[in-house]
C-alpha cells in the first residue's frame, strides 16, 4: 500500500459518533509520548495532520483520519501518562473500551513502544487485551535513531520478550530519518 492521499475526519470523546462509512480501520496505540501522532505524519507525508507534542498526553481525543479514500486511521490517546488523575485514567479506560468493543471495523493495531525502553505494564496488558479479542497487531519500536545500530539487538529482544513477539517481528522506527516506513506500510497490507 501507498498512502496517496490523508485528511483528517473527526475528533470524538467516545467512539461512535462518527460516520464509519463501513471502511476498515487501524489504530494506532501506545504509550503517552512514544511518537504515535508522529508517526502518522510520517506515514502520511504531511507534517500537520497530527498535533504532536513534546509534552506527554497531547492527544486525548480518538482522532480519525481517511486514508485513500477508502480506509479509517484512528490516533488514540496514549496510556501509561503518570501525571493524569485517577478520573481521567477511567475516561481513558471507558473511551479505549467504547473503541474496541465489538468494533469489526477494525482490523488491525499499530502498537508503538520506545525502543530505548523496556515495556510497561500498560504494553504488557495492551496486548494481553489485544490477543484477548483477537485484534493483530503490529510491533514498532519508535525512535531508532536514538540508539546505535550496535545496541539495537540488546534493545530488541527484551522488548519481544516481554511482549512475546519474535524481535525480528518487531519494526524498528524512525520519524527522523523515515526508518520503517516502507515496512510499515508493508505489513498494514497483510491485514487491509
Ligand atoms: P500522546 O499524544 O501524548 O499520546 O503522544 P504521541 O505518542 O502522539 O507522541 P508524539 O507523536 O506527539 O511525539 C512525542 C515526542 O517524541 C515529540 O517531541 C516527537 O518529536 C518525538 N518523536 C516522535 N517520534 C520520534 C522518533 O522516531 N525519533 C525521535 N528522535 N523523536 C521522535
Ligand atoms: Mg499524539
Not at 517481528?169 to 520519524?175: K, N
Request: overall charge positive; proline content about 4%; hydrophobic content about 40%.
Amino acid at each position: 500500500m501507498d498512502i496517496k492521499s490523508a485528511s483528517f475526519v473527526t475528533s470524538m470523546a467516545t467512539y461512535g459518533s462518527f460516520t464509519n462509512r463501513g471502511l476498515p480501520q487501524f489504530a494506532m496505540a501506545g504509550r503517552s509520548n512514544v511518537g504515535k501522532s508522529t508517526l502518522i505524519n510520517v506515514l502520511c507525508r504531511n507534517k500537520s495532520l497530527a498535533k504532536t507534542s513534546g509534552t506527554p498526553g497531547k492527544t486525548r481525543l480518538i482522532n480519525t483520519f481517511l486514508i485513500n479514500d477508502s480506509l479509517h486511521m484512528i490516533d488514540l490517546p496514549g496510556y501509561g501518562y503518570a501525571k493524569v488523575a485517577k478520573q481521567e485514567k477511567e475516561k481513558w479506560s471507558e473511551r479505549m473500551s467504547s473503541f474496541f468493543a465489538g468494533n469489526e471495523l477494525l482490523k488491525v493495531v499499530v502498537l508503538l513502544v520506545d525502543i530505548r525502553h523496556e515495556p510497561s505494564i500498560d504494553d504488557v496488558q495492551m496486548i494481553r487485551y489485544l490477543r484477548s479479542i483477537s485484534i493483530p497487531f503490529i510491533l514498532v519500536a519508535t525512535k531508532s535513531d536514538k540508539i546505535s545500530k550496535a545496541a539495537r539487538q540488546r534493545h530488541l529482544l527484551p522488548i519481544g520478550l516481554a511482549l512475546q513477539v519474535q524481535p525480528f517481528d518487531i519494526i524498528p522506527w524512525s520519524s527522523e530519518t523515515g526508518e520503517g516506513r516502507e515496512a510499515l506500510l508493508k505489513a498494514l497490507d497483510q491485514f487491509l
